[in-house]
């Protein structure tokens, strides 16, 4: 079973690569408790591995030197999977997760290249709509709410989007007690948006997000956290209540000192 699920997602996902220039790697050497493969291309590798006694997939990416992957990899999504008890559809939720995060990166990654003036520090950052698309495989209806926004308004209101359709849907997660694996997954995606996404995304899980919660429902994220989201948690607690005077307009980097206000208007 273990295997048949290792193989149906390195199906899909290697699909998906193989049609953007990647090839699968030869494996060196197989590892006790653990099934990988790995897929090049040009500048960057992805990894996909299934660490049997912990249950979990995880979906990783590295560079990419003359002499193959650099293996300084780093984690772009995870999910625990039981293939004894979990379900297909569960199995399903991770071929979507994964697919979407590989074709939306390697997407970014293209128009990064077409826009040279963009500084290093900027690179890979992703913005809130990509942050909002990587939640809709734990909340599906978020999809048709997405559409309803712009349908609405013409665009997505970051803040109100989601303090009123993404944060009621984690809290009751968190406080239900049921979906452990959901609740997993999704502590997991915001350590990693927080890694890879831009001023705005920051703002959003630190102070609207995670400032937004019951004590109840961070306490069953707080668990998964990074050390990059559990510092800046810790740091955004001191201005939870609180009300920032808006600044003069500036830049977009003064977003977090205005509370996150401009982000609404946008």
């Not at 999977?81 to 991770?94: A, R, Y």
């Amino acid at each position: 079973m273990e295997q048949n699920a290792f193989d149906y997602v390195t199906q899909k996902v290697g699909e998906v690569l193989q049609e953007r220039g990647f090839s699968q790697v030869k494996n060196t050497a197989a590892e006790k408790d653990k099934q990988s493969v790995v897929f090049a291309g040009d500048d960057l590798a992805y990894g996909i591995v299934y660490q049997v006694d912990k249950k979990r997939f995880e979906l990783k990416k590295c560079g990419m030197t003359d002499e193959g992957p650099d293996k300084k990899w780093k984690s772009v999504s995870v999910w625990l999977f039981d293939p004894e008890t979990d379900s297909k559809d569960q199995l399903q939720d991770i071929v979507n997760d994964f697919t979407d995060s590989v074709a939306g990166q390697i997407q970014k990654a293209v128009g990064q290249a077409q826009k040279k003036k963009r500084r290093k520090d900027d690179d890979n950052n992703v913005d809130t709509i990509f942050f909002f698309n990587r939640f809709v495989g734990i909340f599906p209806e978020l999809k048709d709410e997405l559409n309803d926004e712009r349908s609405l308004y013409g665009q997505v209101r970051s803040v109100t989007f989601t303090r009123e359709k993404l944060l009621p849907k984690i809290e009751e997660l968190c406080t239900s007690g049921g979906n452990t694996s959901a609740v997993n997954r999704c502590a997991t995606l915001l350590s990693e948006m927080y890694v890879s996404g831009d001023l705005d995304v920051r703002s959003i899980i630190t102070i609207v997000l995670l400032n937004g919660l019951s004590e109840r429902a961070v306490e069953a994220l707080k668990p998964n956290f990074s050390q990059e989201l559990a510092k800046a948690h810790k740091s955004a607690l001191k201005m939870k209540g609180k009300k920032v005077k808006p600044e003069k307009k500036k830049k977009r980097s003064q977003i977090m000192a205005a509370t996150l206000n401009e982000m609404d208007r946008r």
